[in-house]
């Protein structure tokens, strides 16, 4: 019967399946298929030009200091006060682009959680690098 | 049987064999990109999916290894024909849903070729398989 | 033989008395700040239990919302102290961890982690924080939650300011859980109000956004999800 072959065969592929499983199974999200990267490269945001809002996650002194221009302050320190503000001016059709001061610092990323959870934007990115990689480019630009 | 027109079959067999196992290695070194491609189809749910991305590459590589080595050919053949027909079919039933699908056949590799181009090279394989498989069928009922 | 034996007992003998360590008392702290604080501080006391001094190198933390320092530099054998790890609260909510790095010049013990855990209160919680009206989409009322924190019992919650564009109703739907319903007067043109939630008698207030917002439908791709 050579059904039996074909049985066989199946069979046969769940044992490097399995094992393969094994190999990855701290790597793969099981249950749910893991949502897209949060994450955006400097280049890919500054592409996205008008089309994108800046946002500053940085303390208010960093802030003041300087900033990518056109960006808004919205920090934990004082975030029930300026998210209001952030909201009165935050447009649906743009992306949202998160940074504080370096690849390593956690504030962008907290800042664009409470964003998707608590007032549920969609389109809210992590800027990779932070503000030390956006420096980079630019002095890289003005360099030339 | 003309013994060069077997070895035209042979030949024929091989190849398609060769082309499976290059197909299920390259998915079988990236599962969670396979894992992707499968969701894309929105056929299946995540959960199915993940753990068929994990099953089928190897279920391809030892099939194509039945079709090559010609050991349990006739299960091998017609657990590849069986697994083409099916993905031609949720292809075009993709297609028809207005799904942007990137095939995932030949791994992100293929990721440039045309749909068009894909589906046609489907069709030419889909096609070789059965004349294979209804020879095979043949030769086993005069055997 | 008996040189090699000597001098590995010497070695030994040797090692241990220059030891030196700090010992600490916790490198783990858990804080429970209460809701008007707007820092809480964790001391991490520490000893050198150890024969010889320990210099304490550098004292730094993961964000900038934490300010660490150290009472000593050279910390004699002995001798106690502490690292005091101030944790600027500012609107952070839930629980938040903070850890502080240590370094010293001693090599067993060159860096060392501590973790400060705050739990942080929270009296009200408004979801979502935004509701709008895009230009044409009628204007029916959005409900907002309003919950209280677990270990705050709130009556009643109060809308401010009355707003001529959005109409507010507030009631009650459980202890401690409220609904908010705004609704635009229409969605013709843009309109935005910004109005604060306060319980109780309390000043501390949590705001809701409220816009319509005449903005271009979205282009519809072809792409299905």
Known sequence: MKLKQALLLVLLAFVPAIGQAIYFHDKVSWQTPVAASEMVTVTQARAWGDNATWIDARPDAEFAQDHVPGAI???????????????VVWSPEKKIVVYCSTQGCNASREIAHRLRTEAQLQNVFVLEGGWEEWVKRRDEENAQ | MDSRSNIVWRILALMIGALFIYA????????????????????????????????????????GLALVTRRFYFGGLS???????????????????????????????????????????????????LVLWRREVLRIRAA | MKTQ????????????????????????????????????????????????PVKIKSVHSSCGCT?????????????????????????????????????????????????????????????PALVYWQGGEAPKSKTVSVTAGKDFPVKQIKVTPVSTDFQVKVSKVG???????????????????????????????????????????????????
């Open chain 2, 79 to 129: 657990i590849l024909t069986t697994l083409t027909l099916i993905f031609v079919v949720v292809t075009i039933v993709a297609k028809a849903r207005g799904l942007d699908i990137t095939c995932g056949c030949f791994g992100h590799a293929s990721k440039n070729l045309s749909f068009t181009w894909h589906l046609v090279l489907d069709f030419i394989l889909l096609a070789a398989l």
């Open chain 1, 73 to 87: 302050l919205l920090n934990e320190d004082r975030w029930n006060e300026l998210l209001p503000q952030f909201l």
């Open chain 3, 175 to 225: 202890d401690g859980e409220f609904k908010v319903e705004v609704q635009p007067r229409d969605t013709a043109h843009q309109m935005v109000a910004t109005f604060a939630i306060q319980p109780d008698d309390s000043p501390k207030a949590v705001y809701l956004s409220a816009r319509v917002i005449n903005s271009p439908p979205p282009t519809t791709t072809a792409v299905k999800p």
């Open chain 2, 24 to 63: 299920g290695a390259i998915k079988a070194l990236d599962p969670i990109g396979f894992a992707n491609d499968i969701d894309n189809f929105k056929i299946l749910p995540w959960f199915v999916g993940v753990r068929l991305a994990f099953y089928l590459p190897w279920l391809e590589i030892l099939c």
């Open chain 3, 67 to 127: 300010t660490a320092q150290t009472q000593k530099d050279q910390v004699a054998p002995g001798e106690s102290g502490e690292i005091t790890a101030t944790f600027n609260i500012g609107d952070r909510t839930g629980t938040q961890v903070k850890s502080v790095t240590v370094e010293t010049d001693n090599p067993a013990q060159a860096s060392t982690v501590l973790v400060l855990k705050a739990v942080i209160p929270q009296m009200l919680e408004v979801q």
């Open chain 3, 5 to 52: 034996v000597l001098a590995f007992t010497l070695s030994i003998l040797l090692c241990a008395s220059a030891r030196s360590e700090l010992k600490w008392e916790q490198t783990q702290l858990e804080l429970h700040p209460a809701v008007g604080d707007k820092v809480a501080v964790g001391h991490f006391k520490y000893k050198n239990t150890g024969t010889a």
